[in-house]
C-alpha cells in the first residue's frame, strides 16, 4: 500500500512539477470596452522571493494608447510613477519578500479597434533579480512560460470611433494666435472706392469754396458797376 502510494505521488510530481507554479502580473479593468475613457487599469505583480522584496514595476503600453494619456490611481507607499517614451515605471521602497506589488493607472481612453491589450512588464527586486514578464502567445507557443500581462476587451460601443478622442502624441499642433470676428471682418473688407467725402472735413470744403465762388462773383459785379459808373460821368 505504501508503495503503491509513493508511486502515486511520484506520477503527480511528474505531472504538475516539482515545485509551485511560476509567479507572474496580472491585470484587470474596471471597464474593459474598447473605445472607453477613464478607465482604471489595475496591476497584480506576485512576489516570488522570500529574501527580496520588488522594487519598480516597468510596463510597455499597447500601441493605441500614450504614456501622457496614463496617471497614477495608486500604488504601494512611496511608490511614483517615471514617464517613459515608451511607457511607464513606478517604482519605490523595496517591499516586503513574497508581498504582491499592486498598482492602478487611469488611461484616457482605450483603442477603440482593440480586442486585446498586452501589457509587457519587468519586475526588480532588491537584490537584482528581474523578472520579465514578456512573451506574447502565438500559434507557436501557446502557453509561454513568461507570459505578458493580457487585457480582453468587449466591442466598442456605437459611435465610439467618432467620440474617441486623440492622444498626445497625435494632438494637433497649437494653432496660431487667431483674430476676433471684428479684425476678421475689418481685415476681410475692401477699401471703399467712393470718391465723395461725407465727413465734416468734407462739408467745410464745400462750403469754403462756395463762399470762394459767391467773393469773386460780387467782386466781379463791382468792377462792372465801377465800369459803368465811368462811363455815365
Known amino acids: 500500500m505504501a508503495v503503491a502510494t509513493g508511486a502515486a ?13 511560476a509567479a507572474h502580473v496580472e491585470v484587470v479593468a474596471d471597464n474593459p470596452q474598447a473605445g472607453a475613457g477613464n478607465v482604471t487599469v489595475t496591476f497584480t505583480g ?15 503600453l499597447p500601441t493605441g494608447i500614450a504614456p501622457a494619456d496614463v496617471r497614477l490611481v495608486s500604488a504601494p507607499p512611496g511608490w511614483t510613477l517615471t514617464v517613459a517614451a515608451d511607457g511607464y515605471t513606478v517604482a519605490g521602497p523595496a517591499l516586503k519578500p513574497k508581498d504582491d506589488a499592486v498598482h492602478s493607472v487611469m488611461v484616457a481612453r482605450l483603442p477603440v479597434d482593440a480586442t486585446v491589450l498586452v501589457f509587457k512588464t519587468i519586475e526588480t527586486y ?9 512573451d506574447v502567445p502565438d500559434a507557436a507557443n501557446p502557453e509561454p512560460e513568461n507570459p505578458a500581462p493580457a487585457l480582453k476587451l468587449r466591442p466598442a460601443a456605437p459611435g465610439a470611433a467618432a467620440t474617441s478622442v486623440p492622444t498626445s ?4 499642433a497649437s494653432p496660431s494666435p487667431a483674430t476676433s470676428p471684428t479684425e476678421s471682418s475689418n481685415a476681410a473688407a475692401p477699401a471703399s472706392s467712393d470718391s465723395s467725402d461725407n465727413t465734416p472735413v468734407g462739408w467745410i470744403a464745400a462750403i469754403g469754396g462756395i463762399v470762394v465762388v459767391g467773393a469773386l462773383g460780387i467782386a466781379l459785379l463791382a468792377r462792372r458797376r465801377r465800369s459803368d459808373d465811368g462811363t455815365n460821368t
Open 169 to 172: 502624441s497625435s494632438a494637433p
Open 126 to 134: 532588491s537584490d537584482g533579480k528581474v523578472s520579465r514578464w514578456i
Open 9 to 21: 505521488i511520484g506520477t503527480l510530481t511528474v505531472v504538475f512539477g516539482g515545485s509551485p507554479a
Open 46 to 60: 506576485e512576489g516570488e522571493s522570500t529574501r527580496a522584496g520588488i522594487v519598480s514595476e516597468r510596463v510597455v
